[in-house]
């Protein structure tokens, strides 16, 4: 019989889960509002969105067999320990001990957007491929490496800052402490920053109309709106914000030389083809030809679930060589 397991997206402004089949198939889906702030909070809101999910499962479902969670921010993979999510209101959040506790079955924590990377490699654009490199331009600007059809770590498991990259050594001062960081330069908040200051001084008065100054409220949805509308002057900055992505892409080509470079989030969704071509044209232009004429940009297939399916993945994978170690005979038994 297949494996039931649990994929879990712990976000800032939304929790999101499912149940899944051991072929990624979701079988029951939940999403709540995240709500509250401190660890106690959090915690009732990550298992009340876990007990509605297991709620709508059917009953002659088979009993679930594990949770993986999708974590903002650093965690402490040894001792299942959320280090810090200032955006969702946890700190030092010590998850698996709590979840294993409550629901008797193995928990495991991985970074979200290794997660949706690896959700991207088992179920997605990136299935069957052993070298990629997963960037999401959001609110911050996530990577993930993919070598050998693994998860790349790095030798204390925090690899894979590619926002961090400096792809303008005197550019504008980025989250992280840096200057020039494809972070500050190619996220959706980067645009975001811009576009408000345009729309304060009257230069983008289709986004003004929609959400005056207010910097949370420009989504990708807002900029692609504020574009239909006839701010040219932001339709200027999501393309710089692509050759700044495209920039980006090129280093990592030159370093990783992937097969493959996948590209999610919102602004993706909202602006497809026009916005990859723009980043995909600089980065062809930039690397060495040798290396960017073998390579492939995609976008993300798997949306919001990516982060969900690849939490779940990354248990199954640790289950796997769990059960694998104890079924396999230590090198020198005896073969009787
Ligand atoms: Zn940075």
């Known amino acids: 019989m297949g494996r039931y397991l649990m994929g879990f997206d712990m976000g800032a402004t939304k929790m999101l889960c499912a149940v899944l089949d ?11 509002k995240t709500k509250g702030s401190g660890n106690d909070e959090i915690f009732s809101t990550i298992c009340r969105c876990i007990d509605e999910c297991l709620a709508k499962l059917p009953s002659d479902a088979p009993h679930l067999d594990g949770i993986g969670i999708a974590c903002p921010g650093p965690i402490d993979e040894v001792n299942g320990i959320v280090r810090s999510a200032p955006n969702v209101g946890v700190a030092e959040f010590p998850l698996r001990r709590l979840l294993e506790e409550r629901y008797a079955v193995p928990v495991l924590l991985e970074n979200d957007v290794n997660a949706g990377v690896f959700g991207e490699l088992v179920a997605g654009a990136a299935r069957g491929k052993q070298h990629v490199i997963g960037l999401f331009p959001g609110t911050g600007l996530g990577g993930g490496i993919i070598m050998n059809g693994e998860l790349y770590a790095g030798a204390t498991g925090g690899a894979g800052e590619i926002g961090h990259m400096t ?10 402490g840096g200057y020039g960081c494809l972070e500050a330069l190619a996220s959706r908040s980067a645009i975001a920053k811009d576009a408000v200051a345009a729309a304060a001084g009257g230069d983008a008065p289709a986004l003004y109309a929609e959400v005056g100054t207010d910097l949370k409220k420009v989504t990708s949805g807002v900029l692609r709106r504020a574009i239909d509308g006839g701010d040219v002057v932001v339709k200027r900055m999501v393309e710089r914000a692509a050759y700044f992505l495209g920039v980006g892409m090129a280093n990592c080509v030159n370093i990783f030389n992937p097969e493959l470079i996948v590209i999610g989030g919102g602004l993706v969704e909202k602006f ?18 040798s290396l960017a004429d073998t390579v492939v940009v995609a976008a993300a297939e798997l949306g919001d679930y990516a982060a969900v399916i690849g ?25 009787t």
């Open 311 to 335: 939490a779940a993945a990354r248990l199954a994978e640790k289950l796997e060589t769990t059960t694998s170690k104890k079924s396999k005979p230590s090198a020198g038994a005896p073969a």
């Open 272 to 289: 497809g083809s026009e916005y990859l071509g723009v980043a995909e044209g600089v980065m062809r232009e930039r690397a060495m030809s």
């Open 167 to 176: 792809v303008q050594s005197d550019g504008r001062l980025c989250g992280c």
């Open 22 to 32: 051991d072929t990624y198939n979701v079988i029951a889906k939940n999403k709540v």
